[in-house]
């Protein structure tokens, strides 16, 4: 079956603009993460969702990052008025039930000039 | 001073060596330790995961906890090419699955 897939992979931002960023989970999977990969780094947690019930936000380093996931699948990552800093790497994982195995998408790379 | 320290490297060896990367952490009432494997330009995958302290092996790679120091490594026998990628050590910090990262370590696995 298909893993985890994120789109787009490459986003270009100026500064000032907002980005959505989509996660589309494996099939069935409950929990879905986002993390945040800087350059030379490693994933920083962001936030958590158990189906459509977002968990976990501590980790959305401002009130500029929103996510949602309203039907319990795609999830979307808002970013308003972008700023340099934001530039990395995000990364979307989901898992199934209690288990430890997260699996990752690919991450899309989001550059803001 | 963070919560999962992890040295970056970059780490070279010839193929057929064996690897050892380590990893400390600072909160002795972490469960879950695992390790992942980033190639470049993908998202991470689980190699392994463990919470009892010893050791853990499946095939060539070979995970270690150490509770009383707080240290967790991987050992990599005879490395192959295709082990040349960044490896990250994580901890399950909550019930939520939320993972903390190190900073992942570089190794190049050379012909």
């Not at chain 1, 990969?37 to 158990?50: D, I, K, S």
């Not at chain 2, 190639?39 to 919470?51: A, F, I, N, Q």
């Not at chain 2, 150490?66 to 490594?73: C, D």
Request: proline share 5%; net charge positive; with cysteine.
């Amino acid at each position: 079956g298909a893993g985890v897939s994120q789109s787009p992979r490459y986003k270009v931002a100026k500064r000032g603009q907002d980005v959505a960023l989509r996660c589309d989970p494996i099939s069935g999977h409950v929990s879905l993460f986002w993390y945040q990969q800087a350059l030379g780094q490693g994933p920083e947690f962001l936030t958590y969702f158990q189906n459509e019930a977002q968990l976990d936000k501590s980790g959305l380093p401002s009130d500029r990052f929103f996510a949602e996931r309203p039907e319990g699948s795609v999830s979307t990552l808002k970013i308003q008025r972008t700023q340099q800093e934001d530039s990395a790497v995000y990364l979307c994982a989901s898992k199934w039930g209690s288990t430890e195995t997260q699996y990752f998408g690919p991450g899309t790379r989001l550059l803001v000039l | 001073q963070k919560e999962v320290e992890q040295d970056p490297g970059p780490l070279s060896v010839p193929e057929g060596a064996i690897v050892s990367l380590n990893c400390t952490y600072s909160n002795s009432a972490f469960q879950y330790f695992m390790w992942y494997r980033q190639y470049s330009r993908k998202g991470p995958e689980l190699l392994m995961y463990t919470y009892s302290s010893g050791n853990k092996e499946d095939g060539r790679f070979t995970a270690q906890l150490n509770r009383a120091s707080q240290y967790i490594s991987l050992l990599i026998r005879d490395s192959k090419l295709s082990d040349s990628a960044t490896y990250l050590c994580a901890i399950r910090s909550s019930n939520t699955g939320k993972l903390i990262f190190g900073q992942g370590t570089t190794l190049q696995v050379k012909p």
